[in-house]
C-alpha cells in the first residue's frame, strides 16, 4: 500500500488499537510486551489512569492562552523541575530537539552576555545524537544525517568520546560549552566512563565554559535517577530533557542555572505553544509520580534483575549476544548477528525492542513494569535467542564482526 507520508521512516507494517501498562495491542487483538516504550517515552506505560485524569481535567479547564499570559500550571512545573534538580529556572518546548537548540542558544546567549562574544562554539563528542533541527543537527555532526541538507551550520566541534587529549586540543578562547549523553542512546547505549564527567566539570571550570547535558533520553528516571548526572554528582550549567517528560504527551524542557537562565532575556527567545497547559498538566502527574517516595528505588530493583537475567542470556549465548550495556532501565544488548534479525526474532516473540547503532538492541521499557512482565520479557528473549541459533547454524543469519 502507498503512503501518503515523506517515506522518512523505515517503518513496520505493525499497527497497535491500544496500550495498557507494559502492553500493546493489535486491532485484532494480538498482545505484545513493550520494551520499546515509544523511544524511551512511555515511562509510565500505556492508559495511565492518572496521566488520563490529568489530561481530562485540565481538558475541560484551558487548551492554550500562549506565553502572553501567567500560566500557573506551567510555574507549578517549573518549580517541581527545579526542586528535583540543579537547576534555577526552565523553558519548555515541544520536543527534544528544540531543548537543544535552546541549551545551544542559552550557552552562547551566556557568554555574550558575560563579555565574550567571540566564545559561541559548543564541542560535541562522535556517535551523539542530540535532534534533527539545523542547530541540533550541527551538535549530531554525522554526515549521514546532513547529507543534502546544504552547509552545516557552524561553530561545532566534535572529538571521540572519552579522548581527553583532542578534547582539550579543541577547547579555545571561543568555546562556549561542552555538550554531552550522560548515556550516548542511539548510537548504541554506550555510558560516558566512570569518572568523565566530573574532569568535563573541571574541564569547564578551568576555562570558562558551560557544561551541558543532553538528558534528553537519560532523564526523568530513565537510568535509576531523576537525572543520570545525579550518579555521578556532578552538576552541568544546562540542561535538555523531554522525552519521558510528558510520558507521552510532546514536551521538552531546557533547565539552566540563574546565572545562565537569566542571560535569555525578555524577547531572546520563544515557543507558540510551549508550556501549552495541557502539557503542563500531564508532566507534573509524571513528575509527582516519578519523585514520589520509592519510585526510583523500584526501577534500580527492576533493573538489577533485568540486567542480571540479561547477562545469564549472554553467557549462554556468546554467538548472539557479546554485552550487556546501560543503567536503570535504559540498557543495551550489544548482538554478533545483525541487530535487525535480533528485533525481528524478538517481534515474532511479541517483544518490542528498539534497534541503535553500533549493533545494539535496546530494551527501554517502562519504568513500571513488573517483575513478572520482566520475566516475560527475558524468556520470549530465551526462546528468540533458540531460534536465532538455529538460523546461525542453518546458515541464514551471518554473524557479524563485533570486534571493530
Ligand atoms: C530523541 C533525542 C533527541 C531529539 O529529541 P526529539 O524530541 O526527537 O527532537 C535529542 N537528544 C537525544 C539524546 C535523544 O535521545
Same mark, same amino acid.
Given at each position: 500500500?502507498?503512503?501518503?507520508l ?16 507494559? /502492553? ?5 487483538? #494480538?498482545?505484545?510486551?513493550d ?6 517515552v512511555? @515511562?509510565?506505560?500505556h492508559? !495511565? ?8 481535567t485540565?481538558?475541560?479547564?484551558? /487548551? #492554550?492562552?500562549? !506565553? ?8 507549578r512545573?517549573?518549580?517541581? $523541575?527545579?526542586?528535583?534538580s540543579? @537547576?534555577?529556572?526552565?523553558f519548555?518546548?515541544n520536543?527534544?530537539?528544540?531543548a =537543544?537548540e ?15 562574544p567571540?566564545r ?10 542530540h535532534?534533527?533541527t539545523?542547530?541540533?543537527?550541527? %551538535?549530531?555532526g &554525522? ?10 551550520a ?6 571521540p568520546?572519552?579522548? &581527553?587529549?583532542?578534547?582539550? &586540543? ?9 555538550l554531552v ?8 547505549i ?9 574532569y ?6 578551568? !576555562? ?7 538528558e534528553?533520553?537519560?532523564? =526523568?528516571?530513565? +537510568? ?26 510532546p514536551?521538552?524542557a ?8 537569566s %542571560?535569555m532575556t525578555?524577547?531572546? #527567545?520563544?515557543s +507558540?505553544?510551549?508550556?501549552?497547559p495541557?502539557?503542563m498538566?500531564v508532566?507534573?502527574?509524571? $513528575?509527582?509520580?516519578?519523585l514520589?517516595p ?9 533493573? @538489577?534483575?533485568?540486567?542480571?537475567q540479561?547477562?545469564?542470556?549472554v553467557?549462554n549465548h ?12 535504559? $540498557?543495551g ?16 516473540e ?5 534497534? @541503535? ?9 517502562? $519504568? +513500571?513494569?513488573?517483575e ?15 531460534a536465532?541459533e538455529?538460523?546461525?547454524?542453518a546458515?541464514?543469519?551471518?554473524s557479524?564482526?563485533s570486534? #571493530?
Open positions: 500500500m502507498s503512503s501518503r515523506f517515506p522518512t521512516y523505515n517503518r513496520s507494517s505493525l499497527a497497535f488499537a491500544r496500550g495498557e501498562g507494559s /502492553w500493546l495491542y493489535t486491532e485484532d487483538g #494480538h498482545a505484545y510486551l520494551f520499546a516504550s515509544g523511544v524511551a512511555n @515511562a509510565l506505560g492508559n !495511565n489512569d492518572r496521566l488520563k485524569k490529568a489530561l481530562l485540565q481538558a475541560e479547564k484551558l /487548551w #492554550h492562552v500562549s !506565553n502572553l499570559y501567567t500560566i500557573p500550571v506551567q510555574e512545573l517549573a518549580e517541581m $523541575l527545579c526542586e528535583a540543579f @537547576a534555577d529556572s526552565v519548555f518546548t520536543s527534544g530537539a528544540e =537543544i535552546l541549551a545551544i542558544k542559552a550557552a552562547r546567549r551566556f557568554q555574550y552576555k558575560n563579555g565574550s567571540n559561541y562554539r559548543i564541542v560535541t563528542f562522535e556517535g551523539a545524537f535532534g534533527r539545523l542547530g541540533a543537527l550541527a %551538535a549530531t &554525522r554526515a549521514e544525517y546532513l547529507e543534502g541538507f546544504g552547509p552545516k557552524p561553530g561545532f566541534d566534535h572529538v568520546l572519552g579522548d &581527553r587529549e583532542a578534547l582539550e &586540543r579543541v577547547i579555545s578562547e571561543e568555546t562556549a560549552g561542552i549523553e550522560p548515556v550516548q542512546g542511539e548510537s548504541g554506550r555510558s560516558l566512563p566512570p569518572g568523565e564527567l566530573r568535563l566539570r573541571e574541564l569547564c571550570d578551568e !576555562n570558562g565554559i558551560l557544561l551541558m547535558l543532553d534528553v533520553q537519560t532523564g =526523568i528516571g530513565r +537510568t535509576g535517577t531523576f537525572f543520570a548526572y545525579e550518579a555521578e554528582g556532578v552538576l552541568p550549567d544546562l540542561l535538555a530533557t523531554a522525552k519521558g517528560l510528558g510520558a507521552g504527551f514536551v521538552g531546557c533547565l539552566a542555572t540563574e546565572q545562565v537562565g %542571560a525578555s524577547g531572546s #527567545h520563544g +507558540t505553544f510551549g508550556g501549552n495541557l502539557a498538566a508532566a507534573s502527574e509524571v $513528575l509527582s509520580i516519578i514520589s520509592g519510585f526510583l528505588e523500584r526501577v534500580q530493583q527492576t533493573s @538489577a534483575v533485568l540486567i542480571g540479561l547477562r545469564e542470556i553467557a556468546p554467538k548472539l549476544f557479546n554485552e550487556v550495556r546501560g543503567s536503570g532501565l535504559l $540498557l544488548l550489544k548482538c554478533n548477528i545483525p541487530v535487525s534479525e535480533v528485533i525481528r526474532q524478538f517481534t515474532a511479541k517483544l518490542l525492542c528498539v534497534p @541503535a547503532a553500533d549493533n545494539v538492541v535496546r530494551l527501554l521499557p517502562p $519504568l +513500571t513494569v513488573s513478572a512482565e520482566v520475566a516475560g520479557a527475558v524468556s520470549c528473549i530465551g526462546a528468540a535467542s533458540a536465532l538455529k538460523s546461525l547454524l546458515g541464514n543469519v551471518r557479524e564482526d570486534a #571493530h
